[in-house]
């Protein structure tokens, strides 16, 4: 059983970039969420994907978008970057939506300068 | 509005003093209360799942409590090892909320 891996591990753009960051699930999981943590916060939710989905979305602007693929992998666009989207961001997979355990990768943290 | 405070935000123990760090939430609909421990620069690793008031969890040196405000992480003479932060989350009717967490620093 592999575990949940995401990349690039690291990652620096110009503000106004565009970038696309890249998860696979944990084996058999089929629900992906999104977060962003900044230094010396906890992770705050972006969304949460279940079956190609979305299924769920927190306070973050039009400019962050996503996909889950049939193979349930998943991509996190961002769109127009600003200085305040350098950050960690992490994929965590769950086997259904809701009240099931998370499972993280180990993120890849994105420099926008 | 639906929230998680953790507390202390920093911990200094000396090897083998044991201690509790408390997750105070409000959420409607709780679906399911967490307990992760991360390391610097890596993504946090699972170490509990709660989902109701009175249960409770064991894993090595650590147990997880959980009433209908709070949960509490007991950590039992920790080693230097059990140094990382330990973060909070629960999940609610159609989100997940993280605290900030609680950065342990285990003294040899």
Redesign the interface.
Known sequence: ETG?TQSPTHLIKTRGQQVTLRCSSQSGHNTV?W?QQAL??????IF?YYREEEN?R?NFPPRFSGLQFPNYSSELNVNALELDDSA?Y?CASSLVS??????????T?LLVL | EDQVTQSPEALRLQEGESSSLNCSYTVSGLRGLFWYRQDPGKGPEFLFTLYSAGEEKEKERLKATLTKKESFLHITAPKPEDSATYLCAVEGDDKIIFGKGTRLHILP
């Open positions: 949940v969420s977060y010396g916060q906890g992770p705050q939710f949460q769920g927190g960690l992490l809701g009240g099931e355990t998370q499972y993280f990768g180990p993120g943290r």
